[in-house]
C-alpha cells in the first residue's frame, strides 16, 4: 500500500528540510567563532603564541633573533601551539595557493 504525500504536504517537508539545512550551517559558524575566542583567551592566559605570530614564523618574517629564539623554544616545549603553527601553516599554504590559481 503506497502512501500519497500531497504536493502542499511534501512542499512543507523540503522547506523544513531546507530551514534544518540552514540552521545546521548557522550553529557551525557560531561554533567556529566561539572555538576561535576560547583560542584567544586560552592563548593569553598561558602564554601561549597567538596566531598572528604563528603565520609570521611560518612565512619567515619574524627577523629578531630574540623573537625568533623564544618562539622556537616554545615550540620546543609545547605540543599545542605546535598544532596550531601546523594548522596556520596550512592556511598560509591554502591562501598562497588560491592567490596563485586567482593570477593565472
Do not use: P, W
Not at 57 to 71: C, P, W
Request: charged share 30%; with cysteine; aromatic share 4%.
Amino acid at each position: 500500500m503506497f502512501l500519497r504525500i500531497s504536493a502542499a504536504a511534501a512542499h512543507f517537508i523540503h522547506m523544513n528540510t531546507k530551514l534544518l539545512a540552514e540552521t545546521i550551517r548557522d550553529l557551525r559558524a557560531k561554533r567556529q567563532r566561539v572555538v576561535q575566542v576560547i583560542d584567544k583567551v586560552h592563548a593569553r592566559l598561558h602564554g601561549h603564541i597567538d596566531d598572528h605570530n604563528l603565520e609570521r614564523y611560518h612565512l619567515g618574517m619574524v627577523k629578531d633573533e630574540a623573537e625568533l629564539a623564544a618562539l622556537e623554544e616554545h615550540l620546543l616545549c609545547c605540543g599545542a601551539c605546535v598544532d596550531r603553527a601546523e594548522a596556520a601553516a596550512h592556511y598560509v599554504d591554502a591562501v598562497r595557493a588560491a592567490a596563485c590559481d586567482l593570477a593565472e
